[in-house]
């Protein structure tokens, strides 16, 4: 029975030590704001086109509950005949795999709902859409190849730390 209480308490003290790690990578800051990080990445792809979009977006459009989220930023072109658009999530209670998995699954509904006859020379933007991971923070881009490596760029530099 002692080998038994042992093993027990060996693994309770082994899970509570595995939950104190949290989900933060080595190199990245937990404590920048979303949209702080999105001014950031704006201004480096010379985009004053962009605007902030709401919760009622989220739900709406994208199909995303704000709530599973701590803290989010997602731009959109308001000018032009563009997709250009990007977003960055800060995961919430149910970690950043989670919010990972909403990211793509927002990118696999915009393909799925694709209309090929609208604007054709946007799609590949769509079709290479990126997703990155930096600690707590998940970042997509549906931008030209050149523009995501850029906002990934800085997205990433913002939470060195």
Known sequence: MKKITVFA?????????????????PGCRDDVAAADIAEQVCTALGKDDMVAMDDTYLQNAMQLDSSE???????????????????????????????????????????????????????????NAGVRVCGNYVMYAILSDSEAETAFSEFESALEA
């Open 9 to 25: 308490l060996l693994c309770a003290a082994l899970l509570a030590l595995a939950g104190c790690g949290g989900s933060e990578e």
């Open 69 to 127: 989220f701590s803290d989010y930023a997602v731009m959109v072109n308001s000018k032009g005949a563009n997709i250009d658009e990007f977003g960055i999530f800060k995961a919430g209670d149910s970690g950043v795999s989670a919010a990972e998995e909403a990211v793509r699954g927002y990118l696999q509904f915009r393909l799925d709902t694709w209309m090929p006859e609208y604007m054709p020379e946007e799609l590949p933007k769509l079709e």
